[in-house]
């Protein structure tokens, strides 16, 4: 089973201020990694697919990167409404699997 | 527009069994690979199991393999997920989720969810 790490925990940032989430592979899962969002009480919205493409109406803000065992999602310029918990999850073997998680707040 | 609705979860008895239901809409549902996701109150996401779209590849997560059954029925627009033997660590919110595809990793619309809660 592929173990997918995500860091920070936690990640404290001001609305403005750019965010960079990490998902670390234990082995290659080439570009086959998706990004969500999960907000409370809701279910996760798909972000990104296949590494870098962005889903359908997900704003330009959002980007992510990589491939192999390391993962980058980007968010430029943060707004107040993503502030969230965000997930990484691969497709490349099965069973999929997630990230454990990592929670975007306020500062 | 793009709609799954979960059903048939509640409060069962460790060993009891349960069946869940997604009903979907504004897609043509016999075209696409279904999944079932599950978290546990306060935890992260859980994959639990996979079907193609004309039921030809299933696959499980091993913490529910043997004991739980994923299944659809296109006419009826509709993916179950056959559950027995079921634990205490089973209880969660069980999400049924739209799979982008063999070649696109990503599940792209995912139904409210229904809890179970395993307990007695």
């Known amino acids: 089973e592929i173990v997918l790490t995500q860091s920070p925990a936690t990640l404290s940032l001001s609305p403005g201020e750019r965010a960079t989430l990490s998902c670390r592979a234990s082995?290659?899962?080439?570009?086959?990694l998706a990004w969500y969002q999960q907000k409370p009480g809701q279910a996760p919205r798909l972000l990104i697919y296949?590494?870098?493409n962005r889903a359908t109406g997900i704003p330009a803000r959002f980007s992510g990167s990589g491939s192999g065992t390391d993962f980058t999602l980007t968010i430029s310029s943060l707004e107040p409404e993503d502030f969230a918990v965000y997930y990484c999850q691969q497709r490349s073997n099965w069973p999929s699997t997630f990230g454990q998680g990592t929670k975007l707040e306020i500062k | 527009e793009v709609q799954l609705v979960e059903s048939g979860g509640g409060l069962v008895q460790p060993g009891g069994s349960l069946r869940l239901s997604c009903a979907a809409s504004g897609f043509t549902f016999s075209s696409y690979s279904m999944n079932w996701v599950r978290q546990a109150p306060g935890k992260g996401l859980e994959w639990v199991s996979y079907?193609?779209?004309?039921?030809?590849?299933?696959y499980y997560a091993d913490s529910v393999k043997g004991r739980f059954t994923i299944s659809r029925d296109n006419a009826k627009n509709s993916l179950y997920l056959q559950m027995n033997s079921l634990r205490d660590e089973d209880t969660a919110v069980y999400y049924c989720?739209?799979?982008?595809?063999?070649?696109?990793?990503?599940?792209?619309?995912w139904g409210q969810g229904t809890l179970v809660t395993v307990s007695s």
């Open positions: 989720a739209r799979d982008l595809g063999i070649a696109a990793a990503g599940f792209d619309y």
């Open positions: 079907i193609s779209s004309s039921s030809s590849t299933i």
């Open positions: 296949d590494a870098s």
């Open positions: 082995q290659s899962v080439s570009s086959y």
